[in-house]
């Protein structure tokens, strides 16, 4: 299994940016995808989470400002990031809590980071 994030870059404060990524492999069912963060110097956070009938959970500090969406047909997903501000600024990193075959275990995949970077 891979996860393939893309759509990280360089904005400036009050701007947007969206970030997506697609999880390719053998892959039975995925339960829940979504984003960890992390900022130098700082430890992994979660950003948002989706499950697999839409219900969302997001970071305090992103509430009212990023949105975290799912295609399950597509095995995507996807993060609107507005109104970013530089405390926004890490390495995003998109995981997967799926289940490979009908009868594995479900376990975490994570890709490979894209890098947010908002300027003031």
């Known amino acids: 299994v891979q996860l393939q994030a893309s759509g990280g870059g360089l904005v400036q404060a009050g701007g947007s940016l969206t970030l997506s990524c697609a999880a390719s492999?053998?892959?039975?069912?995925?339960?829940?995808m979504g984003w960890y963060r992390q900022a130098p110097g700082k430890q992994r956070e979660l950003v948002a989470m989706?499950?697999?009938?839409?219900?969302?959970d997001y970071a305090d500090s992103v509430k009212g400002r990023f949105t975290c969406s799912r295609d399950n047909a597509m095995n995507t997903v996807r993060l609107q990031m507005n109104s970013l501000t530089p405390e926004d600024t890490a390495v995003y990193y998109c995981?997967?809590?799926?289940?490979?075959?009908?009868?594995?275990?479900?376990?975490?995949?994570w890709g490979q980071g894209t890098l947010v970077t908002v300027s003031s």
């Open positions: 995981y997967a809590k799926l289940r490979r075959t009908r009868y594995s275990v479900v376990r975490d995949y």
């Open positions: 492999g053998t892959i039975f069912y995925i339960n829940a």
């Open positions: 989706i499950t697999r009938d839409s219900n969302t």
